[in-house]
């Protein structure tokens, strides 16, 4: 199975595609996740990307396509893999096309998290991810069982530098800019499932499950 997640920051895509992922025993590929990776133990693809994400603009593209490259070629993808945040304009989408084409790979679905503005701001400022494992949480929504800490790998929670209140006014413009059209590009491709993301993530999972034509979580 291969799908792309599509939607505004804060829309829950990678809470479901983590647990989506773990189910399927696929890779969830969140191109956020890696670069913050990257910038964490300042390899040189994370030093040149450190401004673009701390500021919420986009990473140039030849950055992109390289990381996502080398890691739909890696052996666990053969059988698939949910792509987070990637990709996030039209380039992005025609290089994703001609990459699976290469590939001989079919055109993935696409699901596009359906969210309201309200509900994406609130969803942001609360939302804290492991420094170690990058698991996300919410102060409000999906506390951890101990203040401040993963419950996974026991990681000290951070907010991200992108999830202050400028950065991600910034990412909600680059979003409407960038990415929206691609809502119009997939839908015309036959390509677009849409899901109504406002709720929390236990009805999101079972909603996307049903989308998708599977069973329950495991997990
Ligand atoms: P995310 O975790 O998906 O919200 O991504 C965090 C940040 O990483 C974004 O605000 C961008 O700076 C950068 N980023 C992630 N994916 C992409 C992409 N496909 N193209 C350009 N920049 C990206």
Redesign the pocket.
């Known amino acids: 199975m291969r799908l792309v997640f599509l939607g505004p920051?804060g829309a829950g895509k990678g809470t479901q595609a983590e647990q989506l992922a773990r189910d399927l025993k696929l890779p969830h590929i969140?191109?956020?996740?890696i670069?913050r990776q990257a910038i964490k133990v300042s390899t040189p693809t994370g030093l040149e990307a450190k401004s673009?994400?701390e500021s919420?603009?986009?990473?140039p593209f030849d950055i992109?396509l390289r990381l996502v490259r080398d890691r739909v070629l890696q052996d666990d993808c053969r059988r698939g893999w949910i792509l987070d945040?990637?990709?996030?304009n039209l380039d992005?989408a025609h290089a994703l096309a001609a990459l699976l084409v290469e590939l001989k790979i079919a055109a993935p679905k696409v699901v596009y998290f359906q969210v309201r503005d309200e509900v994406l701001v609130r969803r942001l400022s609360g939302r804290r991810t492991c420094r170690n494992c990058q698991t996300p949480f919410h102060v409000e929504f999906s506390p951890p069982k101990s203040a401040g800490k993963c419950d996974r790998c026991g990681g000290t929670l951070d907010q991200r530098a992108?999830d202050q209140e400028a950065a991600i006014r910034k990412?909600l413009v680059v979003y409407q800019t960038e990415t929206v059209p691609l809502v119009a590009h997939y839908r015309s491709a036959g390509q677009l499932l849409t899901l109504s993301a406002d709720g929390d993530p236990g009805q999101v999972s079972t909603e996307l499950r049903s989308l998708l034509g599977i069973g329950v979580a495991t997990s």
């Open positions: 920051p969140s191109t956020g996740n670069l673009y994400v919420g603009a986009l990473v992109i945040g990637f990709p996030r992005q992108d990412r």
